[in-house]
Structure formats: structure tokens, C-alpha cells
């Protein structure tokens, strides 16, 4: 049975209580554990696979909320790392719509100090998968980064851009092309969404259409398959010989967005990976995992009996 390794942050969602009572003075804030590797590694357990899950935990009241929900989500913690450094916060903004955009408080965090000696050695029957923040936020990402370089596990990455951490194109863009020169280098596959491709299509070159845009980056760094998540408009997955498979959204009452390209991620790659699905019908299973958590209140991921039950 394969084991995924998820790679990245943990960290404290505070999203406001827009039920509460207003006051000029307090508000009420609903702490909630997150971080998008996370959400895809306690995703990934819901529906029954092998979960590790490498990530820097703080010892602080929060990093102790973080622990004890993947370990209630039995996401395995043998290769996570403890450290005395506070938790990360994101504050969320939530629009009329519910979806979410996040402020970031990192200075000094857990997440980020990666050293050399706390990333392991990963076997044949591992697939890694790291996403998002750790690949940009010093001073960690330089090790994640030669780390992966010289390794052959196969794997995946998000992207999962955040302008309010690095609000210059340019500058991101220069931070995560060489995650993708590295993963291509070991047949990975890239997984963005079509806010990403929006965000980073002037520095990189890219069209603007997702699907197109998907095409160029399997052909530029040598993915098997860009899988794209485009909202409301579904998911694509594109190869370098210029295939695009198009897959629908399932219609639903959205809370709100948090958590949902995490839960695509999981819901794909369990199909993909763990079940050897075809890439049409992994798609299917994403989108479905994703929609139902847009009905909940954040990052609470579906089972596989709940995703199961509306395929």
C-alpha cells in the first residue's frame, strides 16, 4: 500500500464569527486547525489511506491543537518535527460568496525553519506530496528545495499561490520555477488552480487560459499532468502533447472555499495514485471531495463514504 508523505505547513485559521454579536470593542474569532498540506494529509486519511505527515509543529497551546487533530485524523507523525517556535496564523477574510482570502503572520514561525538534517530519506513505496507555503517562505524552502533535488520518490506538488505573502509576480514566480524544474526532473505532477495561472502568467510566460497555460507548463518542465482546479468551472488535466481533460463542478451551497483545493488534491491524488483510476475519473473524485467540503465551515474534509455517496 502506498504512503503518502505531505509535505508543509500547519498552521491556526482564526475566521471570523459573522453570527456573533458586533462589538466595537472584541470579536469573535472560531480557531481552527489548518494549512493546506494539512487539510490534504487529515483529507487524505478520511478516505482511508496511509498518511505521514512532515511538517515543523510548535510546542505553544496551538501546536498542541495541530498534533492532536492529525493524530485524531490518524495521520501518522513519525517524521514530523517538534520545535519550540510559535505557531503560524491566518487571518481569513471571508466575501459575500464565502470565499476566502488570508492575511499571514509568520515571522519566526514553526513552519519554516527547516533544517537539512530533519527531512528523511523516503522509500520506493512512498509518494510525496508538499504544497504551497513551504515552497516560498524562507529560511526553510532553500532546504525542502535541495532536498527534493536529490531524491527519486515520485510525487506532486501545488502550488497554491499567496499574493498577500509575496505580492510581487515577479518575485514569486522566480521562487517557485525552480520547485518546477525539480519536480518535472522526476516526472511529477504539478497541481496549481486558474487564480495561480492568473497570478503568475506575466513573469512566467504563460497564456492566460488555464487549460492552455497547463499545456505549456507540461511541455516547459516535462510533467506527465498539470491538473488545474478552475472554481467554479470544475478541474482540467493537461499534458505536454496538448490533451486537456475537462472535468465539471458539482453544484453546491457554499459556506465557504477554505480548504477546497487542499481536498481536490487528496481526493485526486487517492484515486490517482492509490486506486489507479483513470486521470478522468481521479478528476471526478477530486471535485467531488472538494465540493463537499465547500459546504462546510472551513477545512473539514469528507470520507470516502461521503464521497462515495455523491459520485
Avoid at 487524505?44 to 498518511?51: H, S, W
Avoid at 532536498?147 to 506532486?156: A, E, F, L, N
Avoid at 492509490?274 to 486521470?279: F, I, K, V
Amino acid at each position: 500500500m502506498t504512503r503518502y508523505v505531505v509535505c508543509g505547513e500547519a498552521l491556526i485559521d482564526l475566521i471570523p464569527d459573522l453570527d456573533a454579536e458586533r462589538s466595537t470593542i472584541s470579536s469573535i474569532w472560531d480557531a481552527r486547525s489548518a494549512g493546506g498540506p494539512m487539510n490534504s494529509a487529515i483529507a487524505l486519511a478520511r478516505q482511508g489511506q496511509r498518511v505521514e505527515f512532515l511538517g515543523r509543529l510548535g510546542s505553544d497551546r496551538f501546536g498542541r491543537q495541530l498534533t492532536s487533530h492529525l493524530e485524531a485524523n490518524n495521520v501518522g507523525l513519525k517524521l514530523a518535527a517538534e520545535t519550540s517556535q510559535a505557531t503560524s496564523l491566518a487571518i481569513v477574510s471571508l466575501d459575500s460568496k464565502g470565499h476566502a482570502t488570508y492575511n499571514f503572520h509568520f515571522s519566526n514561525t514553526a513552519n519554516f525553519g527547516w533544517q537539512a538534517n530533519e527531512l528523511p530519506e523516503l522509500g520506493v513505496n512512498d509518494w510525496l506530496h508538499i504544497a504551497s507555503l513551504v515552497l516560498v517562505v524562507p529560511p526553510g524552502d532553500a532546504a525542502l528545495l535541495e532536498w527534493v533535488k536529490g531524491g527519486t520518490t515520485p510525487m506532486s506538488i501545488d502550488v497554491n499561490v499567496r499574493p498577500t505573502v509575496m505580492p510581487d509576480p515577479e518575485e514569486y514566480w522566480k521562487k517557485i520555477e525552480p520547485w518546477l524544474i525539480a519536480v518535472g526532473a522526476r516526472r511529477g505532477i504539478i497541481k496549481g488552480s486558474d487564480e495561480d495561472i492568473a497570478f503568475l502568467a506575466g513573469p512566467a510566460r504563460l497564456p492566460r487560459l488555464a487549460g492552455n497555460a497547463g499545456v505549456e507548463l507540461a511541455r516547459r518542465y516535462g510533467a506527465p499532468w498539470v491538473v488545474l482546479t478552475l472554481g467554479e468551472d470544475g478541474a482540467v488535466a493537461c499534458n505536454a502533447e496538448g490533451d486537456i481533460i475537462r472535468v465539471p463542478v458539482r453544484p453546491v451551497d457554499v459556506v465557504d472555499t477554505v480548504g477546497a483545493g487542499d481536498t481536490f488534491m487528496s481526493g485526486f491524488l487517492s484515486a490517482y495514485v492509490g486506486d489507479q483510476l483513470s486521470l478522468r475519473d481521479s478528476l471526478r473524485r477530486g471535485v467531488v471531495a472538494s465540493s463537499i467540503v465547500c459546504t462546510r465551515k472551513g477545512a473539514n474534509p469528507p470520507t470516502m463514504e461521503e464521497i462515495e455517496a455523491l459520485s
